[in-house]
């Protein structure tokens, strides 16, 4: 089991940046890759962005490429989200999470095992 905890949530104006962080402990040993996923409230989970722990590929959701930025330290064990030109409908919880040993990254939250609690953005208009 991977232990996750996120930091780095607030509240932004439209066009702002914030960095989001995601600390892995535990059985690091066992990921493939790790993931940033987002909900709303009545809303079904959505994916954001995924890294893979070893090689460092990525993917981003359509509705975030060109703003959104993933990176990873193995070192440190945190993989960094940073949000450019947010918007209003950015705002969610968000959530990193560990996909295990894999071939391909993936969009899905089911292919994901463990999950942080969570850190809110708000991106006011």
């Known amino acids: 089991q991977v232990q996750l905890v996120e930091s780095g949530g607030g509240l932004v104006q439209a066009g702002g940046s914030l960095r989001l962080s995601c600390a892995a402990s535990?059985?690091?040993?066992?990921?493939?890759?790790i993931a940033w996923f987002r909900q709303t409230p009545g809303k079904e989970r959505e994916f954001v962005a995924a890294?893979?722990?070893?090689?460092?590929?990525?993917d981003f959701a359509d509705s975030v490429k060109g703003r959104f930025t993933i990176s990873r330290d193995p070192v440190k064990q945190t993989v960094d989200l940073r949000m450019n030109s947010l918007k209003p409908e950015d705002t969610a919880v968000y959530y990193c999470?560990?996909?295990?040993?894999?071939?391909?990254?993936?969009?899905?939250?089911?292919?994901?095992?463990?999950w942080g609690q969570g850190t809110q953005v708000t991106v006011s208009s």
């Open positions: 999470a560990t996909r295990p040993l894999s071939a391909v990254l993936s969009t899905t939250p089911l292919a994901y095992t463990d």
């Open positions: 535990g059985r690091t040993y066992s990921l493939f890759a």
């Open positions: 890294i893979s722990w070893s090689v460092g590929t990525t």
